[in-house]
């Protein structure tokens, strides 16, 4: 996912990659990227915690709003 | 600015290695695989989201169950095909087949991987512009980056332009 969020960015399409796997994506180092401590399986939170997914999602939408390329940003949820 | 930084180096390198011992014994040995890395970051300008057109890109393995093909989960060579459709899709229509991850908790809540119920909302409430038609959906095991490059991204990335998006929210599952 960093590798393609690299090439529409390239395109001028903003990305934002949400990443539970914060090792693995910082090496790819996309644009922009939200690592969480969720487990595999849980992009943006868990099943029926709805707060948490809209609070993942919201970090992330957020960043669309900032030019590339930035840091991760790093979130505590797990 | 490359995709990937040292492509061809890191073709020889997964070639030679991982390949070449996934080809002699029919088994993947992670401790020899090399993972992508790049040392730049492209960057396209931030959007005005609540003007844009979002397209949600999943690699959960998602794919539309009475009218589409599954991913080819038990390759161990991995799967580069993509599936679309409507980002108005009921979750009840979607199946998954990936392999490398338990699909419990997406088949229980499939707004863990592909929130398109949130990112209505989110347009009901006018703090995003709309979603692209379709969502673009893979299975994550793509251990070849280089095909993945060639011959997979250029797929996606014709979409995302077909679609006119503006940004694309990326959910590696």
Known sequence: MGLLARALEMEGIATVVVAWNGGRIRLVNPPRAVITRLARGLVFGHPGDVEQQQRVLNAALSLLEQDAPLGPVVLDEM | ?173
């Open chain 2, 1 to 173: 600015m490359d995709i990937l930084e040292n492509k061809t180096a890191w073709q020889d390198h997964f070639r030679q290695n991982w390949l070449a011992e996934l080809k002699q014994t029919g088994t993947t040995n992670w401790k020899i695989y090399q993972h992508p890395r790049n040392e730049h970051a492209p960057g396209a300008p931030g959007i005005k989201l609540s003007e844009s057109r979002l397209m949600l890109i999943t690699s959960a393995g998602a794919y539309l169950r009475d009218e589409q093909q599954p991913f080819d989960e038990p390759n161990l060579y991995g799967d580069y095909t993509l599936r679309t459709f409507p980002a108005t899709t009921p979750f009840s229509a979607l199946a998954y087949a990936h392999g490398h991850y338990d699909p419990t908790m997406v088949q229980q809540d499939a707004q863990v991987g592909i929130p398109l119920r949130h990112l209505e909302e989110f347009v009901t409430t006018r703090q995003l512009g709309e979603l692209a038609p379709r969502v673009v959906s893979f299975m994550g095991y793509q251990p070849d980056s280089a095909k993945t490059v060639d011959d997979f991204i250029p797929h996606v990335v014709a979409l995302a332009k077909e679609q006119a998006v503006h940004a694309a929210l990326l959910a590696p599952m």
